[in-house]
Every structure is written in structure tokens, then in C-alpha cells.
């Protein structure tokens, strides 16, 4: 193999300056919140709820206004939305009598302004997004009487850095629904244990 021409061959300080310039410009363009979100967001990984009922169904009842400040209409994966694939993946029924119900009460994403220090090659947050997720599981009976019931609120912030728009703010947004989700599903799990421990299976 013929030698480079020795202008063409990469000196130790060229290779230094392409490193920082490159870092540089990751520390810049990387989609990071304020409280920094994973590269993939929070696996939902509990295990199956097994309810000894004839049937389950899930209800999204949640109705964003889709108005400011609310954010939820806009959002790829809303809390509802991964709330909901999560009950219907989730909660299995397996028995003989009687009804479930999942509803999804109330979903919501609020966007706020924030206040934050910015500087050179450093933005700070400018807005936060409050999400609320309340979910109700109710057994009835099949004559339509309710024979138990659970009930959770979880509750979840996340600031976002200034110029955070588009694919990454949806990146945000997903992690921000599947870790709120996260939440309600374990207390979830608690309190069906001690409200509904009967119908588990």
C-alpha cells in the first residue's frame, strides 16, 4: 500500500480538534430534559394481573380539552394512550362470572413556564409538563351490581430545556407517559391486592 502524502496524513492535534468539535456539538443537539431522559423510555415490565372475571374491558373516558396549556391532544404517547395498550396487554380475565372494568379517568398533561439559567453552550429549561393519570378498576356482578373496586392518582413532572421541539420532544413526552404509567400500574397492583385480593388469581 502506497504512504499518504504527508499533508494528507492526520496529525494528533487535528484528531483532538475533530473530538472536541464533535462532542461539542453532541453535548448541543442531544434531546435532553431537565431531568434527563433515558435513550429509551421506562419499559412497562410488570407482571399480568390475572382477575377471576368472565369478561374485561377498558375504557379510555378521558377527554383532553385541546386547548393551551393542556399538551396531552398533541402528544404521540399520551398517558392515556399508553395506559390504555398497557391494561389491554396487562389485565387478563380468567374466570367464569362477573365483569371488569378499566377506566381511565383522567390523563392529563399541562404545560408550564418555567424560569431557567441559560449560558454559553448550556440551555436551561423554559417550561415543565405536569402529567396526572387517574385509573378506576370496578367488578360488577353480572347483574350489573358493583362487587368491588380500586382506585389510583399518579402524578409526574418533567422540564424540558429551551429550542426542545419536534421528534425530541415527543422522545420527552413518551417517557414521560410510560414512567407515569409505571407509577399508577404498581400502586395499582397494591391496591387491587388489598381491595380486590378475592378476585386475583
Not at 7 to 35: H, N, V
Not at 73 to 97: D, L
Not at 171 to 195: P, T
Amino acid at each position: 500500500m502506497l504512504p499518504l502524502p504527508r499533508q494528507a496524513r492526520p496529525t494528533i492535534s487535528g484528531i483532538s480538534l475533530l473530538a472536541a468539535a464533535m462532542g461539542l456539538l453532541a453535548a448541543t443537539l442531544l434531546p435532553l430534559a431537565a431531568g434527563t431522559a433515558r435513550a429509551e423510555g421506562a419499559k412497562i415490565a410488570l407482571p399480568e394481573i390475572r382477575l377471576a372475571v368472565a369478561e374485561m374491558q377498558v375504557i379510555p373516558a378521558y377527554a383532553s380539552p385541546r386547548r393551551a396549556p393542556h399538551a396531552d391532544h398533541r402528544m404521540k404517547s399520551s398517558p392515556q394512550t399508553v395506559a390504555t395498550a398497557w391494561a389491554r396487554a396487562k389485565i387478563r380475565a380468567v374466570g367464569r362470572a362477573d365483569r371488569a372494568r378499566v377506566i381511565i379517568l383522567e390523563a392529563s398533561v399541562v404545560e408550564v413556564p418555567v424560569k431557567g439559567k441559560s449560558g454559553f453552550l448550556r440551555r436551561g429549561p423554559d417550561r415543565r409538563y405536569d402529567a396526572r393519570l387517574t385509573i378506576s378498576v370496578e367488578i360488577r356482578s353480572d347483574a350489573g351490581d358493583l362487587i368491588g373496586n380500586a382506585r389510583v392518582t399518579a402524578t409526574r413532572s418533567q422540564e424540558v430545556l429551551k429550542g426542545v421541539r419536534g421528534d425530541r420532544l415527543q422522545f420527552v413526552w413518551r417517557d414521560l407517559s410510560e414512567k407515569l404509567v409505571d407509577d399508577a400500574a404498581r400502586e395499582l397492583q397494591r391496591q387491587m391486592q388489598a381491595r380486590l385480593g378475592r378476585f386475583l388469581r
